[in-house]
């Protein structure tokens, strides 16, 4: 399975940005996904996880009430809305999926991951 990150851009603090992850091939629809972030010179962290029909998802803290992932399973994709951006949001997201329906928080959980796409806030 092949994951494309994609959506990523430079926004003003409070504006908003919606993150694609487009899949080829593979049994993505049977797949949990994660979105996951690093910012310069931090380790990569969770951002938000979703479940192979999108009945349950899971937040980070630091994005919870912002972000919203979901999934269009007929489309292969999985999506991030990135809603009141803060500054400290700026890094280089990930998409990454797993074997399994469910998901996960932890990275080492996932089995496939996607290029980066950046994302820059301005204050």
């Known amino acids: 399975v092949q994951l494309q990150a994609s959506g990523g851009g430079l926004v003003q603090a409070g504006g908003s940005l919606r993150l694609s992850c487009a899949s080829s091939?593979?049994?993505?629809?049977?797949?949990?996904v994660g979105w996951f972030r690093q910012a310069p010179g931090k380790e990569r962290e969770f951002v938000a996880a979703?479940?192979?029909?999108?009945?349950?998802?899971y937040y980070a803290d630091s994005v919870k009430g912002r972000f919203t992932i979901s999934r269009d399973n007929a489309k292969n994709t999985v999506y991030l809305q990135m809603n009141s951006l803060k500054p400290e949001d700026t890094a280089v997201y990930y998409c990454a999926g797993r074997r399994s329906r469910t998901p996960k928080l932890a990275q080492y959980e996932y089995d496939y991951w996607g290029q980066g796409t950046l994302v820059t806030v301005s204050s």
């Open positions: 979703i479940s192979w029909a999108g009945g349950t998802t």
């Open positions: 091939g593979g049994t993505f629809s049977s797949s949990a």
